[in-house]
C-alpha cells in the first residue's frame, strides 16, 4: 500500500510539473554575427595601406537571448551580448564579458517593457536605421559617433521602459545612475526617444543627455573639439544629442533622411556638431542591396563630408559578401579620421597637420549571422 502511495504521488507531481511546463514556456536563443574582411585606405598617417580588419560592416559579437512566459500577456526577458575580435579572439573590451549588453527584465503586451542592466540609448533603437552605416558599416558613421548610432554608447547601471504600441506609436525612457568610474562608463544619462511606424512611412525621435562622458576626439573623429584642447582623451561633462530620422519606402526603393545635434562641454568650452545625412537603400534583387548616400557635420570652423556606396550580396539566408567604397573630407583643422580605421593624427594647437585633407577606404568582406 506504501509502495502504492508514493507511486501515486510520483505521478501526481510529474503531472503538475508538465502542466507548469505548459503554461510557462521558455527559451533561450545563441545568436551572433560574424564579419571579416580587408580595407585599403588611402590616406592612413600619411600613407596608403591594407588592413586585415573585422567587424567593418557589423561589429563581431555573440549573445544569448531569454524569454518566459508568465501568463496573462507578461514574459521575463534576458539579453546577454559579448563583443570580440575575430582576427585576434580577444574580447573587445578587455575584462568585460558581455560588453555590449546584460539586462533582464518584464514584459507586458498591454503595458510595455521594463529593464534594468546594460543598455542602448534610443538613438540605437530608434534613429541607427536610417543610418548609412546600419548598411554600409564603421566608415560611414558620424564623426566619432558622437551621436551614438553606431551603439558605441553601452549604458550601465540603466532603467528603461518602452511603451506598447499605440497604432503604430511607441514612446520610452531611460534613467541611468552614475558609474563608479568614468573608465567603467559614465556618469548620469537621462534618454528619451519616440517612434512611428505606418506601413511603408517610419519615423523616429531621440535624446539623450549624458555626464561625465570619456571622450578621444583625435582617434575617434580626427578632431581636438577645440584649439586649446589636447590632442589625446578628454572627459566631457556633459553630452547632449538630439536626433530625428525617416523613412519612405515605394517599390524596391528606401529613401532615408537623418539629422542629429550633439552638443559638447568640455572644461571652458562648449560647441554643437550638427550632422545631415541622406541615403537611398536599393533592393535590387532579393539578394542584391546597394546603397548610396552622403553625410555633412560640422563642428565650430571643423567640417566633414562623407560620401559612400555599398552592394551586398546574399549567398543564403545568413551568409553574405559585400564590397564598399566611402570618401572622407575634413576640412577647418579636422583630420579624415574614419571611426574605427586605427589613423593617429598630428594636432598643433588644435589644428591637422598631416597629409591631405581627404581619405578613402575600400573594403571586401564577407559576414555570418547565426
Known amino acids: 500500500m506504501k509502495k502504492i502511495a508514493i507511486q501515486t504521488a510520483?505521478?501526481?507531481?510529474?503531472?503538475?510539473?508538465?502542466?507548469?511546463?505548459?503554461?510557462?514556456?521558455?527559451?533561450?536563443?545563441?545568436?551572433?554575427?560574424?564579419?571579416?574582411?580587408?580595407?585599403?585606405?588611402?590616406?592612413?598617417?600619411g600613407h596608403s595601406t591594407f588592413v586585415a580588419n573585422d567587424g567593418s560592416i557589423q561589429s563581431n559579437r555573440w549573445g544569448l537571448r531569454g524569454v518566459e512566459d508568465l501568463g496573462g500577456g507578461t514574459r521575463a526577458v534576458f539579453v546577454l551580448e559579448n563583443g570580440f575580435n575575430l582576427y585576434s579572439g580577444t574580447m573587445v573590451q578587455s575584462g568585460v564579458l558581455f560588453s555590449r549588453q546584460a539586462w533582464m527584465g518584464l514584459s507586458n503586451t498591454t503595458l510595455g517593457q521594463l529593464t534594468l542592466g546594460k543598455q542602448y540609448d534610443f538613438f540605437w533603437d530608434n534613429l541607427t536605421q536610417f543610418a548609412m552605416g546600419q548598411v554600409a558599416g564603421q566608415y560611414s558613421w558620424h564623426p566619432?559617433?558622437?551621436?551614438?548610432?553606431?551603439?558605441?554608447?553601452?549604458?550601465?547601471?540603466?532603467?528603461?521602459?518602452?511603451?506598447?504600441?499605440?497604432?503604430?506609436?511607441?514612446?520610452?525612457?531611460?534613467?541611468?545612475?552614475?558609474?563608479?568610474?568614468?573608465?567603467?562608463?559614465?556618469?548620469?544619462?537621462?534618454?528619451?526617444?519616440?517612434?512611428?511606424?505606418?506601413?511603408?512611412?517610419?519615423?523616429?525621435?531621440?535624446?539623450?543627455?549624458?555626464?561625465?562622458?570619456?571622450?578621444?576626439?583625435?582617434?575617434?573623429?580626427?578632431?581636438?573639439?577645440?584649439?586649446?584642447?589636447?590632442?589625446?582623451?578628454?572627459?566631457?561633462?556633459?553630452?547632449?544629442?538630439?536626433?530625428?530620422?525617416?523613412?519612405?519606402?515605394?517599390?524596391?526603393?528606401?529613401?532615408?533622411?537623418?539629422?542629429?545635434?550633439?552638443?559638447?562641454?568640455?572644461?571652458?568650452?562648449?560647441?554643437?556638431?550638427?550632422?545631415?545625412?541622406?541615403?537611398?537603400?536599393y533592393f535590387a534583387t532579393p539578394a542584391t542591396t546597394l546603397m548610396a548616400g552622403a553625410w555633412y557635420s560640422k563642428l565650430g570652423s571643423q567640417k566633414w563630408v562623407n560620401a559612400t556606396a555599398i552592394c551586398d550580396y546574399a549567398l543564403s539566408k545568413t551568409v553574405d559578401v559585400y564590397a564598399s567604397t566611402t570618401w572622407l573630407h575634413a576640412t577647418?583643422?579636422?583630420?579624415?579620421?574614419?571611426?574605427?580605421?586605427?589613423?593617429?593624427?598630428?594636432?598643433?594647437?588644435?589644428?591637422?597637420?598631416?597629409?591631405?585633407?581627404?581619405?578613402?577606404?575600400?573594403?571586401?568582406?564577407?559576414?555570418?549571422?547565426?
Open 10 to 45: 510520483c505521478a501526481a507531481l510529474l503531472s503538475a510539473g508538465a502542466m507548469s511546463a505548459a503554461h510557462a514556456q521558455s527559451s533561450v536563443t545563441l545568436y551572433g554575427i560574424i564579419d571579416a574582411g580587408v580595407t585599403w585606405f588611402s590616406n592612413l598617417n
Open 144 to 281: 566619432g559617433d558622437f551621436d551614438h548610432l553606431a551603439g558605441t554608447l553601452h549604458i550601465n547601471n540603466a532603467v528603461k521602459y518602452v511603451s506598447p504600441s499605440f497604432a503604430g506609436l511607441t514612446f520610452g525612457g531611460l534613467y541611468a545612475f552614475p558609474s563608479q568610474s568614468v573608465s567603467a562608463g559614465t556618469g548620469r544619462v537621462f534618454a528619451l526617444g519616440a517612434r512611428y511606424v505606418n506601413g511603408p512611412l517610419n519615423l523616429g525621435l531621440a535624446y539623450t543627455n549624458t555626464h561625465d562622458l570619456g571622450l578621444n576626439g583625435p582617434t575617434q573623429a580626427g578632431t581636438t573639439f577645440f584649439p586649446d584642447l589636447p590632442a589625446g582623451p578628454v572627459l566631457a561633462s556633459n553630452v547632449q544629442s538630439l536626433g530625428a530620422g525617416g523613412s519612405y519606402r515605394y517599390g524596391s526603393s528606401l529613401t532615408r533622411l537623418l539629422l542629429t545635434d550633439t552638443r559638447l562641454r568640455i572644461e571652458d568650452d562648449s560647441g554643437s556638431m550638427l550632422t545631415w545625412e541622406a541615403n537611398e537603400v
Open 332 to 370: 577647418g583643422g579636422a583630420a579624415p579620421v574614419f571611426l574605427g580605421g586605427g589613423a593617429a593624427p598630428v594636432f598643433v594647437n588644435g589644428l591637422y597637420v598631416g597629409t591631405g585633407p581627404s581619405s578613402v577606404a575600400v573594403r571586401v568582406g564577407l559576414r555570418t549571422l547565426f
